[in-house]
């Protein structure tokens, strides 16, 4: 079973990487954006015509939700013209596509972890584009799985975890928002997730389970309590200070509450999933 992985050099391209030599059975092809350029129809065509992949991982991304506000072109390219680009070549080639969305097509407002049912209001140009990526997949074809994450980090690319390593060596006091809530999510734990569903459509040919789906690692937290954890974790002794959201403005609004429920993909593929603590441990520094 061929697997194509888009955005090889991302965070969770890394993390795909980094498990694949598990599964012998999956034949993985990264490609990064010189390899594959998801906005190019044309070349998803032909590299799809190449490797013909059973499987596609969207792992390919604009993330950079503050920049988002001002290059709204650019996150569009990516998020919804790429996104349109790879859900029109799967269905062309009859390959099943696994999107990766996020947890900010959601405002916040909500008192309860998200469902896939839940109505979406993105609060921001990146939530909006990553929301109107999913749309136009669910318009062009059926044979896709849509997989809603949150807070992601690794040992792997920039993410929260390793930013905030880095500021404690370089001072000694950080302030962090304690009013923002969500689940921090290792993303070797959502590139095995993703395996897994591969591995159960492998099994299961004729079930049909695709739709739309969240994954985060289990619990909630705030990013102060995540960054307190981290320096807990990796002994690291530092001032830190909770603050709200209003001392640090940042262009784009963050969800004030973004939990996701996961009842719905547990259910479905079985699958275990370890509280945001313990795998945080996994890969103390």
Not at 108 to 125: L, Q
Not at 178 to 205: F, K, R, S, Y
Not at 223 to 233: G, L, P, S, T, V
């Amino acid at each position: 079973m061929v697997v194509l992985v888009t955005g090889a050099n991302g965070q969770l391209g890394q993390a795909i990487q980094h498990i694949a030599k598990s599964y012998l059975n999956l034949n993985f092809v990264f490609c990064n954006s010189t390899d594959l350029d998801i906005s190019n129809k044309e070349n998803c065509q032909a590299v799809f015509h190449k490797i013909k992949p059973d499987f596609c991982i969207n792992a390919a991304a604009y993330t950079a939700v503050d920049k988002a506000e001002s290059e709204q072109d650019k996150a569009e390219l990516i998020n919804v013209i790429g996104a349109k680009n790879l859900a029109e070549t799967c269905n062309e080639f009859d390959t099943k596509l696994i999107h990766i969305s996020t947890d900010f097509v959601f405002d916040g407002s909500n008192d309860k972890p998200y469902s896939e049912t839940d109505i979406p209001n993105p609060k921001g140009v990146y939530g909006q584009t990553k929301l109107d990526g999913e749309k136009v997949i669910q318009a062009v074809f059926s044979k896709y799985y849509i997989i809603r994450t949150s807070w992601v980090y690794s040992l792997f690319g920039n993410n929260f975890m390793k930013t905030m390593l880095r500021l404690a060596s370089e001072r000694t006091s950080l302030s962090v928002v304690n009013d923002q809530m969500g689940t921090p999510t290792n993303a070797v734990d959502l590139a095995e997730a993703l395996v897994q569903i591969i591995l159960n459509n492998n099994q299961q040919p004729t079930a049909n389970h695709f739709g739309t789906y969240h994954f985060s690692n289990e619990g909630q937290c705030s990013w102060y309590d995540f960054a307190k954890k981290i320096f807990e974790i990796n002994n690291i002794n530092i001032d830190l200070k909770a603050i709200p959201t209003s001392e640090f403005p940042t262009p784009a609004q963050r969800p004030k509450y973004s939990v996701l429920d996961k009842r719905k993909i547990k259910s479905t593929f079985g699958l275990p999933i370890k509280t945001w603590e313990e795998s945080l441990k996994s890969i103390k520094i």
